[in-house]
């Protein structure tokens, strides 16, 4: 029943979009006190690229929690081709910002590897679900 899917799907997401979101806020609002707790004073210098991290968890646990209905619809092939647009973007980006940036290039690289597909995502989501679609007594 696509409509018992789509209350659950959204109710689901819903829920790992607020966890994720206050994870992803913690990281970036006291990355130094998060690697001080965690690490210690030696990787102290690591917080700029834990702040990137922490937005880019929140989008990987997104972008991983939403495909789920494909897969259980039997839509593979289409969170193949999203995983394929996530490693082109990676593997085009990851060099050239590594050698302008550093690590905190390839924290970038890495983020905008999750982000730019996420229309692509939304799409076959709402596709799938038929989202927008009235249900038919």
């Known amino acids: 029943d696509i409509g018992r899917l789509r209350r659950a799907y959204f109710k689901s997401v819903g829920i790992i979009f607020v966890f994720s979101f206050l994870c992803a806020l913690i990281l970036f609002l006291f990355p130094r006190q998060v690697i001080l707790i965690a690490l210690g004073n030696k990787w102290i210098s690591a917080a700029p690229v834990l702040q990137v991290l922490g937005i880019l968890g929140m989008f990987r646990a997104l972008s991983i929690s939403v495909v789920h ?3 259980a619809l039997r ?16 593997g085009v980006l990851i060099v050239p910002f590594v050698m302008r940036w550093g690590i905190i290039g390839a924290a970038y690289a890495a983020l905008l590897g999750t982000i ?17 679609k009235h249900e038919r007594a």
């Open 69 to 71: 209905p494909l897969y």
């Open 116 to 132: 730019l597909p996420l229309p692509l995502i939304c799409y076959f989501v709402y596709k799938t679900l038929e989202v927008g």
């Open 75 to 90: 839509k593979q092939k289409m969170v193949t081709l999203i995983m394929i647009c996530n490693l082109a973007v990676l």
